[in-house]
């Protein structure tokens, strides 16, 4: 005679892979989505970052009127957490020859202050201040207007390591040349 005692099978069941395979594809698109939006966020702010920098340039080579006064140049200023767009003293005013290039609170207009929108983002230092003087414009970096001189700036994630996919660079020359690297 045959023993025929039944013996419960080993194993999942099929429901069972089905639940830990559609909780494991929920938990990989979540972390999906929140990379490239980290990473959207990272190419958008500077790509911002570049445009401010292009259109202090402009306002410069255009001589543009602030309050209906010339300024003596215009430029950004950076902080770990964002930057400011501002124009130079009032040239009626002052000297430009002997005015600051650099952002100075008492003597510069705030045109705009823009701060990081993600706190996942941060700008690196060394964090230059970039002027330029009409009507050319001459480029400052840092105060100094030096032939051949470049400056970066740098964008990261917070945490990251450079150079890493986590951080972005744009680079202003003293020729006025600004570029994405």
């Known amino acids: 005679m ?3 005692s039944h013996h419960p099978q080993q ?3 099929l429901i069972e892979v089905l639940v830990v395979a559609s909780i494991t594809v929920f938990i990989t698109g979540l972390l ?3 990379f490239s939006r980290t990473r959207v966020d990272l190419n958008q702010t500077v790509l911002t970052i570049q445009d401010a920098i292009r259109e202090a340039q ?4 255009a ?4 309050r209906g006064t010339y300024r003596c140049g ?3 200023h950076f902080a770990a957490t964002g930057y400011t767009l501002y124009a130079g003293p009032e040239s009626a005013a002052v ?8 952002f100075d609170a008492a003597a510069s207009t705030v045109l705009r202050q823009v701060v990081l929108a993600s706190n996942v983002l941060e700008i690196v230092p060394p964090l230059p201040d970039i002027y330029f003087e009409p009507p050319n414009p001459t480029t400052y970096l840092n105060g100094v ?11 990261r994630r917070k945490g990251a390591h450079c150079p890493s996919p986590d951080c972005r660079t744009v680079s202003v020359s003293s020729s006025g040349r600004i570029q994405l690297q």
């Open 58 to 61: 402009a306002q410069a080579l």
């Open 74 to 76: 215009y430029g950004i």
């Open 32 to 34: 999906v989505i929140n």
């Open 95 to 102: 000297d430009c020859t002997g005015a600051p290039r650099v």
């Open 11 to 13: 194993g999942f069941t």
């Open 145 to 155: 207007s030096n032939p051949g001189a470049s400056t970066t700036v740098v964008v």
């Open 2 to 4: 045959l023993n025929t």
């Open 63 to 66: 001589g543009s009127l602030v």
